[in-house]
């Protein structure tokens, strides 16, 4: 209890900081009101807690601030109930939970969100509204879930995004009005943001009004061009990827003259793009100078002179004149020329030969591979499917890397410019032929799920792999693609695989478990998304 002396020498309001010295120095240096010798530490006390009283209550309530606006109507139906439970579960796991390299015959449930998310989403159903914080943290967290989870949770995503700052890359990722930005038909606001506007809402505008109307966007960038930074500048150009047309070319022709070596070569990529521009019309012209047909010899063969110096022009227009360490000057100039220059203008050059032709034919003093790794940087960049038929070879043939493709990347990257049915019939092929060894990152570029014959080349290369008593820690990234993307209706297919095999003398020790385990798991997770679906498409509750 204070005592009445106490409360009568209370210090009044502002006198707090009094206290708090006296507290620091000590009563036997500095008494306080009220007090002496020995009830000095008391008496201070006893004026503390009268001051911290009447500063409390002497608080006046702040205004009320405005309570946030209600949140956005989502017109899309609910999910049903079992679908709903479903997607709790999905969002209440949490990565890295699997003890150690063996996971058991659970499945891993972290790796099934992004295919209901895709599913829930064709379907058009809308979040529950109190599945969205776990939704939104789930996209923090992994930024491959965004554009699903984004899409998914709708409208109502923006508005807790501007409620709670760790939501904010919604609001960054968003194109239409829900991020702020202003339509692009509003000439005066945009113009004004681009002027103004922190460096993100101007890259964040530059896209989505790229996306509407690519000229507007063209002619704003230009307008400041001149002066903005050099790292601002890159971001801004790499923005014209999106809708890159003929159009864009003058703008790009004079960014081959920036002051900054990365805006000029990002310039001459996306030229080089364009098979119709003037810069693909030169480096054509070039690299004809290096390859050429060589009629003299018995058999045609082509025969390479690589360049001998990287001149002005060619640095203008995008040749990086310092090769790597470790790689020949001549052959990395080379490399960069015909990869620049239009696939469509060697048939004209080579004899009227189609790119297959061309492909097949010998190349002297061995820079085959240096010609046609570039071919295959070429018909990436220019989305030519023909030119990637031809490089990418039969899927069965003696030489496993493909007639062109040097490595495994430029394998993938010539896939992804073929249509999906005929991507999965080649890896399906490769796969019967080569096994799953180099398989991984190829069957990466495959729609999901995988077409029938693609996934019953996976499974039987896996029996196989099983069979021969191989090694079975080496397929497991195979195994957990298949369980992502194999068809749900292979499940019943799968069960002659569960028993546990006998061993061969040469096995790995529990190789056999192993596997069994790992196919048991793998028709599990296949009838789980079986499952998955089947709820998506339940009956909606009345």
């Known amino acids: 209890m204070i005592r009445t002396s106490a409360l009568e020498e209370a210090p009044a309001s502002g006198a707090w900081e009094e206290l708090v010295t006296t507290a620091l120095l000590g009563t036997d240096r500095r008494a306080p009101r009220g007090g002496a010798g020995g009830e000095a530490p008391a008496a201070l006390l006893d004026a503390a807690a009268l001051a ?28 049903p109930a079992a679908a709903a439970r479903r997607l709790a579960m999905l969002l209440a796991e949490r990565p890295g939970t699997g003890a150690g390299g063996r996971r058991g015959m659970a499945p891993d449930l972290v790796e099934l969100l992004p295919q209901w998310l895709a599913a829930a989403n064709a379907r058009g159903f809308a979040a529950p509204p109190q599945a969205l914080p776990a939704l939104l943290d ?8 965004r554009p ?64 509407h109307r690519p000229a507007a966007a063209r002619e704003l960038l230009a307008a400041t061009w001149p002066a903005e930074r050099a790292e601002d500048r890159l971001m801004f150009l790499d923005s014209l990827r999106s809708g890159l047309g003929p159009d864009d ?23 080089s793009a364009l098979p119709g521009s003037a810069l693909a019309a030169r480096m054509a012209d070039r690299a004809g100078v290096c390859v050429a047909l060589d009629r003299t010899l018995p058999e045609p063969a082509l025969v390479v002179e690589a360049p001998h110096e990287c001149d002005a022009g060619m640095e203008r227009d995008g040749v990086a004149a310092k090769a790597p360490a470790g790689r020949g000057e001549r052959s990395w100039w080379l490399g960069q020329l015909v990869e620049a220059a239009p696939l ?5 050059r080579l004899g009227g030969r189609t790119p297959r032709e061309i492909v097949a034919l010998p190349v002297a003093d061995d820079w085959r591979a240096e010609l046609h790794a570039a071919w295959c940087r070429a018909a990436v960049r220019q989305r030519d499917a023909e030119w990637a038929r031809a490089l990418l070879g039969a899927p069965a043939a003696r030489d496993a890397n493909g007639p062109g493709a040097v490595s495994l990347a430029e394998r993938a990257g010539l896939l992804g410019t073929l249509d999906s049915a005929e991507r999965a019939d080649w ?3 490769f796969i019967a032929a080569h096994g799953l060894s180099e398989a991984f990152q190829l069957l990466g570029v495959c729609a999901v799920p995988w077409t029938a014959p693609l996934g019953r080349a996976v499974v039987d290369a896996l029996n ?15 195994m957990g693609l298949a ?9 019943n297919r799968l069960d002659g695989l569960l028993a546990v095999p006998e061993e061969p003398e040469d096995a790995s020790p529990g190789a056999g478990g192993y596997w069994s385990e790992a196919f048991q798991r793998l028709v599990t997770t296949l009838r789980l998304r079986s499952a998955m679906l089947e709820e998506l498409d339940a009956a909606p509750p009345g």
């Open 464 to 478: 196989i792999a099983r069979d021969a008593g191989s090694y079975p820690w080496s397929f497991s990234g195979v």
């Open 427 to 429: 890896v399906a092929g």
């Open 138 to 145: 789930a996209a923090r967290g992994r930024s491959d879930l």
């Open 483 to 491: 369980e992502r993307c194999l068809d749900p209706a292979e499940a």
């Open 52 to 79: 911290a009283v009447r500063r409390r209550a002497g608080l006046l309530p702040a205004p009320a601030a405005a309570g946030p606006a209600p949140a956005p109507a989502d017109p899309r139906p609910s999910l």
């Open 344 to 348: 469509r203008s060697w048939p004209a």
């Open 148 to 211: 699903a989870a984004l899409a998914f949770a709708g409208p109502r995503a923006l508005w807790l995004a501007r409620l709670n700052g760790d939501w904010r890359f919604a609001l960054r990722a968003a194109t239409d009005g829900g991020s702020g930005l202003p339509g692009p038909e509003d000439a005066e606001a945009v113009r004004q943001l681009w002027e103004e506007g922190l460096f993100a809402e101007r890259v964040a505008l530059l896209t989505a009004v790229r996306a």
């Open 249 to 271: 070319e003058a703008f790009l022709e004079q960014a081959l003259s920036d002051r900054s070596r990365n805006v000029r070569a990002t310039a001459a990529e996306l030229l």
